[in-house]
C-alpha cells in the first residue's frame, strides 16, 4: 500500500497543479491591466485630479487593493472549473492549443474591458456606471456609435495581439506540464473551497469599491474616488443599486416635517394673477400652439450669450436677445431621460433610474397629459429610435402622441448617424406635424428631442464652417444652424405668430468636476421665444428644468391644478432652488452668503454633505446646515412619497380637490426647519 502523501506534499501537488498554475498567471494579467489602466486614466484628466502625495497615492493604493480583490475573485473561478477537469499526465498538442487559446481570450477580454474603461472615462469622465449598464441594453446605438466616432478594427486588433502576446508570455516564462488527475472528491473539494474564496474575494474588492468615498486621502475630490474605483466592480454596483430606495438609503424626515418643509400639495390655487405684471402677454391672452426644442448635451457655456467667444451660437444669441433667456437654469440630472423626466412631469430627480425607465410609469401626471385636458394635441417627436431609453413607451403612455424615425419616411432624411437624423431633417418633419395638427383646428404641443450634438458629431456638408467629425463645437455649431432655419422656416407658417418655441438643454455635454455634483457643469440655457407676445428679457432666478412646465400652463392661463412641484418661474413669489443628480447623489442648490451658493448633496447610507460655491467658481465643502440639509431632505422625500403611492397622477378634475383636501389635512404642525429631527 502506497504511502501517504504528506500536508507539504500535497500542497505541493496543488501549487503545481495546471489549474493553479492558469489561475496565477490571470491574476498577474488581470491585475497589471487594472494597474496600467488605472495610469492611463490619471494621465487622461491629469489636470482634474488632487496633486497632493496623499490623494494620488491614497488613489492608487487603495485601487490596488481593489483591483487585487477583483483579480483574485475571477482567478479564483477559473481555479475551481480548472480543478474540475480532467488533466493526462502527457497532455497532446491539441489540448495544450486549446488551453492557450482560452487563455489568450481570457486576457483579451481583460484588454477589451480595459480600452472600454478608457474610452468610458474620455466621455463621461467616471468608471462604469448606470449609462454603462444602459448602453448594454441599446447595443445598436452604442456599437454604432463607437463604429462611428472610434477606430474600432484598429482598437480590436489590438486588443487581440494583446491576448496572443500574453498567451505567448506566459508559455515562454511559465511553461504549463502535464500531470495525472486528481481523485474526484478532492476535485469536488478544492472547487468548492475556491468558489467560496472567489465570493469572499469579491464581497471585499465591492466593499473596497463602496468606500472610496471615505477612503483617507479620497475625500476632498471626486476624480481621485474614480481614479481609485475599479471598472468591472463598479460596473457590478451599478447593477445591483440600479433601483435605490430613498427611505431606506437616504435620510429622511418625520412625514409632517417633511410636508410642512416642502409645502402642501396640490398646491393651494394662486389668489392673485398667476403671471405676476410684466411677463403676462402683450395681447392679453397667450398663444395657441407651443414647440419645445429640448437640445442634446447643450451646455450653457457653448452659446455666446452666457460668454463663449468662439461664435458656435449666432442663432441662439440672437434669440436669446430677442425672447426671454433664463440665465440662471439647471438640469436635473446627466441623462438625456433625466432632461425628459423634468420637462415633462416636473419632478425633482429621484436616486437610481429615471422615471422613464421605471416599470409602472404610466399614467403620470404630465405636462402632455395637462395640456390634453385643454384641447391639445400633445406629440413626442424624436430623431433616433426611441425604443431606445424607453422613450416611445414612456410618452406614449403619458399623454402623447409618439413619433420617431421609424415614422419619417427614409426619402425625407437626407442625413444620419446611428443616433438619429440630423436636426434639419427633425425640424422638417416637425413643420409638417404642426401643418397638419393645426390645419385641423387643434392646439398643438410639439415636443422635440434632438440628436445630432453627439458622439460621433456628424452632420450634412456645407451647412457650416466646421467639417463634420471634427468635434463638439462643430456639432453645437450645426444644432445651432439646424434651429436658426426651423425659426426662419416657421415664419412663413400661419401659426408662427401663435407658437411659444422654448428652447432648453436636455443636460450638459460634461459634468466632469471636483465634487460629485458640480453645479457650473449643470447649467443649462432655455429661451422662451414669442415675439408677438413676449418681449426681450432675461430671467436671473436660480431655478430648475422642473420649473419650466409649469411656467409654461402658468403663462399660458392654464391651470396646472397646484400637482407640478415645479415652481411658475413668471409667479408672484418664486423660491430660488435647483435640483441636480446624477444616478446616488441627489442635491438642492440655493442661494448663499455673498453672492455664493450653497449645494447640499444626500448620499446613500444617509450620508449629508455641503458645499459652498464661491462667486468665482471654486467649491468647497463646509459644515452641514440643518435647515437646508432639512429642506433639501423634504422635497425629495415629498416626490418620492408621491411617486411610490401612485399619487403623481393624471386624475379627473372632480379628484384634484380630494388630493388636495387629504394633502392639507396631513401638513399639520412641524418643526422649523432648523430643528427639524432627520433620520
Known amino acids: 500500500m502506497p504511502a501517504r502523501a504528506s500536508p507539504a506534499a500535497r500542497v505541493a501537488r496543488v501549487l503545481s497543479h495546471q489549474a493553479t498554475n492558469t489561475a496565477l498567471a490571470l491574476f498577474v494579467v488581470l491585475w497589471c491591466v487594472s494597474t496600467i489602466v488605472r495610469v492611463a486614466l490619471a494621465a487622461l484628466r491629469w489636470d482634474e485630479l488632487d496633486h497632493d502625495a496623499s490623494a494620488l497615492l491614497g488613489a492608487f493604493g487603495h485601487g490596488a487593493a481593489i483591483d487585487a480583490a477583483t483579480a483574485l475573485s475571477a482567478s479564483l473561478?477559473?481555479?475551481?472549473?480548472?480543478?474540475?477537469?480532467?488533466?493526462?499526465?502527457?497532455?497532446r498538442a491539441l489540448r495544450r492549443a486549446r488551453r492557450?487559446?482560452?487563455?489568450?481570450?481570457?486576457?483579451?477580454?481583460?484588454?477589451?474591458?480595459?480600452?472600454?474603461?478608457?474610452?468610458?472615462?474620455?466621455?463621461?469622465?467616471?468608471?462604469?456606471?448606470?449609462i454603462a449598464v444602459d448602453y448594454l441594453i441599446y447595443t445598436l446605438e452604442v456599437i454604432g456609435n463607437i463604429r462611428e466616432s472610434?477606430?474600432?478594427?484598429?482598437?480590436?486588433?489590438?486588443?487581440?495581439?494583446?491576448?496572443?502576446?500574453?498567451?505567448?508570455?506566459?508559455?515562454?516564462?511559465?511553461?504549463?506540464?502535464?500531470?495525472?488527475?486528481?481523485?474526484?472528491?478532492?476535485?469536488?473539494?478544492?472547487?468548492?473551497?475556491?468558489?467560496?474564496?472567489?465570493?469572499?474575494?469579491?464581497?471585499?474588492?465591492m466593499a473596497l469599491n463602496d468606500g472610496v468615498e471615505s477612503a483617507s486621502g479620497l475625500r476632498a475630490n471626486a476624480r481621485n474616488q474614480e481614479l481609485a474605483r475599479n471598472g468591472p466592480a463598479s460596473f457590478v454596483a451599478a447593477l445591483r443599486d440600479n433601483e435605490l430606495s430613498f427611505r431606506r438609503f437616504y435620510a429622511t424626515l418625520d412625514d409632517t416635517q417633511a410636508l410642512r418643509l416642502a409645502g402642501p400639495w396640490p398646491r393651494p390655487r394662486p389668489a392673485a394673477a398667476p403671471v405676476r405684471a410684466g411677463w403676462a402677454p402683450v395681447s392679453g391672452r397667450g398663444p395657441r400652439h407651443v414647440v419645445i426644442v429640448q437640445v442634446e448635451s447643450l451646455s450653457a457655456a457653448f452659446l455666446g450669450a452666457f460668454g463663449n467667444p468662439k461664435g458656435l451660437t449666432p442663432n441662439l444669441d440672437r434669440l436669446a436677445g430677442e425672447g426671454v433667456l433664463f440665465t440662471d437654469l439647471y438640469a436635473t440630472g446627466t441623462r438625456t431621460v433625466r432632461g425628459l423626466e423634468a420637462l415633462s412631469a416636473a419632478l425633482p430627480p429621484l436616486p437610481g433610474q429615471s422615471l422613464v425607465h421605471r416599470p409602472g410609469n404610466a399614467g403620470l401626471f404630465t405636462l402632455g397629459a395637462a395640456l390634453r385636458n385643454y384641447g391639445f394635441e400633445t406629440t413626442f417627436l424624436y430623431g433616433g429610435y426611441g425604443y431606445f431609453d424607453n422613450m416611445n413607451a414612456y410618452f406614449a403612455a403619458n399623454g402623447y402622441r409618439v413619433r420617431d424615425?421609424?415614422?419619417?419616411?427614409?426619402?425625407?432624411?437626407?442625413?444620419?448617424?446611428?443616433?438619429?437624423?440630423?436636426?434639419?431633417?427633425?425640424?422638417?418633419?416637425?413643420?409638417?406635424?404642426?401643418d397638419r395638427?393645426?390645419?385641423?383646428?387643434?392646439?398643438?404641443?410639439?415636443?422635440?428631442?434632438?440628436?445630432?450634438?453627439?458622439?460621433?458629431?456628424?452632420?450634412?456638408?456645407?451647412?457650416?464652417?466646421?467639417?463634420?467629425?471634427?468635434?463638439?463645437?462643430?456639432?453645437?455649431?450645426?444644432?445651432?444652424?439646424?434651429?436658426?432655419?426651423l425659426i426662419e422656416q416657421a415664419r412663413s407658417h400661419p401659426w408662427f405668430d401663435d407658437t411659444l418655441f422654448v428652447i432648453v438643454a436636455d443636460h450638459c455635454a460634461s459634468v466632469a468636476g471636483k465634487t460629485r455634483l458640480p453645479p457650473a457643469h449643470f447649467r443649462i440655457?432655455?429661451?422662451?421665444?414669442?415675439?408677438?407676445?413676449?418681449?426681450?428679457?432675461?430671467?436671473?432666478?436660480?431655478?430648475?428644468?422642473?420649473?419650466?412646465?409649469?411656467?409654461?400652463?402658468?403663462?399660458?392661463?392654464?391651470?396646472?391644478?397646484?400637482?407640478?412641484?415645479?415652481?411658475?418661474?413668471?409667479?408672484?413669489?418664486?423660491?430660488?432652488?435647483?435640483?441636480?443628480?446624477?444616478?446616488?447623489?441627489?442635491?438642492?442648490?440655493?442661494?448663499?452668503?455673498?453672492?455664493?451658493?450653497?449645494?447640499?448633496?444626500l448620499s446613500p447610507m444617509r450620508r449629508i454633505a455641503q458645499f459652498r460655491v464661491d462667486p468665482d467658481g471654486v467649491e468647497r465643502r463646509v459644515p452641514v446646515e440643518a435647515a437646508k440639509a432639512a429642506l433639501a431632505i423634504a422635497g425629495y422625500q415629498r416626490a418620492d412619497d408621491l411617486i411610490q403611492t401612485g399619487r403623481y397622477r393624471a386624475v379627473p378634475a372632480e379628484g384634484v380637490q380630494a388630493l388636495r383636501t387629504a394633502g392639507d389635512a396631513a401638513a399639520g404642525s412641524a418643526e422649523t426647519p432648523a430643528t427639524a429631527r432627520i433620520h
Request: charged share 15%.
Open 525 to 601: 440655457p432655455a429661451i422662451f421665444y414669442a415675439p408677438k407676445y413676449l418681449p426681450a428679457a432675461t430671467v436671473s432666478t436660480m431655478a430648475s428644468q422642473i420649473d419650466l412646465a409649469p411656467t409654461i400652463m402658468a403663462w399660458l392661463g392654464l391651470d396646472d391644478e397646484g400637482r407640478f412641484l415645479g415652481q411658475n418661474l413668471f409667479g408672484p413669489a418664486v423660491r430660488e432652488r435647483a435640483w441636480i443628480a446624477n444616478y446616488q447623489e441627489i442635491g438642492l442648490l440655493t442661494p448663499g452668503e455673498q453672492g455664493s451658493r450653497d449645494l447640499v448633496v
Open 100 to 130: 492557450a487559446l482560452w487563455f489568450a481570450l481570457a486576457a483579451a477580454a481583460a484588454g477589451f474591458v480595459a480600452v472600454a474603461e478608457l474610452l468610458f472615462w474620455h466621455e463621461f469622465g467616471t468608471r462604469f456606471n448606470f
Open 405 to 434: 424615425r421609424h415614422d419619417i419616411p427614409s426619402e425625407r432624411i437626407g442625413f444620419a448617424n446611428i443616433w438619429g437624423i440630423a436636426d434639419e431633417y427633425l425640424f422638417d418633419d416637425a413643420l409638417e406635424q404642426m
Open 150 to 205: 472610434y477606430p474600432v478594427p484598429a482598437l480590436l486588433g489590438g486588443v487581440a495581439l494583446f491576448g496572443v502576446a500574453a498567451a505567448w508570455l506566459r508559455a515562454r516564462a511559465w511553461p504549463v506540464r502535464g500531470q495525472a488527475a486528481w481523485p474526484w472528491r478532492a476535485r469536488l473539494s478544492v472547487a468548492l473551497l475556491a468558489i467560496a474564496a472567489a465570493v469572499g474575494a469579491g464581497r471585499a474588492g
Open 77 to 91: 473561478v477559473v481555479f475551481a472549473f480548472g480543478a474540475l477537469a480532467h488533466f493526462a499526465p502527457r497532455e
Open 437 to 485: 395638427a393645426t390645419a385641423t383646428g387643434h392646439r398643438q404641443l410639439l415636443h422635440l428631442m434632438t440628436t445630432s450634438n453627439h458622439r460621433p458629431y456628424t452632420y450634412p456638408d456645407g451647412r457650416i464652417d466646421i467639417p463634420s467629425k471634427t468635434g463638439r463645437d462643430g456639432a453645437v455649431k450645426y444644432t445651432d444652424w439646424a434651429i436658426g432655419r
